[in-house]
């Protein structure tokens, strides 16, 4: 990962339009529904162990290209491309951020730009200077086009599970349906389908685990070859026993977790054990 699981993490966006591109609403009210989704889903995954704190630019930044001279579109995208648009975005709105403190940074496009579109995260070689701090060395490339139909922030609560070190629990070919590149987790984990329309979009507790936000005394282990019987809470509960785990070998197990229609799970068409 790139950034501590834990605490309080500072991301700065920055917000960008092009000569081709103008924004189409204010960037307050546009930061603002970004903001609710993103700080909102974390607290709650993490039981008040993360704070994610949002810097936006004080302004939408005005880029010196059209948006399709940065070949940025998500699946024609190379690292140096990537590289020069972040630095650019960076240099530009650094008099206005303080980025002490802050190592992930993301750029986005208003959604009139029709050379970016997609949303991804890369993790940089070498960071990207700013003037305070250590610099940038953690980036997400959003918004762009496909905003003007999927205006979902919480694409970038998803990327950002990125810098935190998790990976995209989907898999797919460019011409898979839909349902072919979900059909491992569905709509549980935010790490799979990763829509503010999910079922039940918060991600597992094996990773809520992995991440620091579930304690050792929270999970039980038990052996596939002896009978073994155990209540288990609600996973957004964040009490008592909440997880429930079976080694099948070295590198595979069996997770019980007990998924209810809470928080931002509440369109849950049915609870119980996952």
């Known amino acids: 990962r790139d950034v501590e699981s834990t605490g309080t ?14 924004p189409s609403e204010p960037l307050s009210a546009l930061h603002q529904r970004i903001e609710s989704h993103v700080s909102g889903i974390y607290s709650e995954m993490s039981f008040g162990a993360l704070t994610i704190d949002l810097v936006p630019s004080s302004e939408w ?63 940089l070689q070498e960071r990207i200077p700013t003037g305070e701090g250590l610099g940038v060395i953690s980036t997400v490339v959003t918004g762009g086009e496909w905003w003007r139909v999927d205006s979902d922030p919480m694409a970038l609560a998803h990327e950002l599970g990125h810098v935190l070190g998790l990976q995209d629990l989907y898999y797919g070919e460019s011409d898979d349906t839909f349902e072919d590149a979900h059909k491992f987790v569905g709509d549980f984990d935010l790490m799979g389908t990763g829509v503010s329309q999910s079922a039940a979009p918060t991600i597992f507790g094996w990773d809520r685990w992995r991440l620091g ?8 282990c038990a052996s596939p070859s002896e ?34 229609a809470v928080g931002w799970d509440q369109n849950l068409i049915e609870s119980g054990a996952l």
């Open 9 to 22: 993490i500072k991301i700065a966006v920055i917000y960008v339009q092009f000569p081709d591109a103008e």
């Open 61 to 123: 930044i005005m880029m010196d290209k059209t948006s399709n001279e940065y070949n940025l579109l998500q699946s024609e995208a190379k690292y140096p491309s990537v590289v020069k648009f972040v630095t650019e975005a960076v240099r530009k709105a650094d008099p206005g951020i303080d980025f002490t403190g802050i190592d992930a940074v993301a750029i986005f496009s208003t959604e009139l730009a029709d050379g970016i579109a997609g949303d991804f995260q890369w993790t």
């Open 213 to 220: 936000w579930i304690e050792d005394s929270q999970v039980v």
């Open 227 to 260: 009978g073994t019987e155990v209540n288990i809470s609600a996973l957004q509960s964040g009490a008592g026993v909440i997880l429930l785990v079976i080694p099948l070998s070295p590198t595979r197990v069996v997770v019980v977790e007990s998924r209810r």
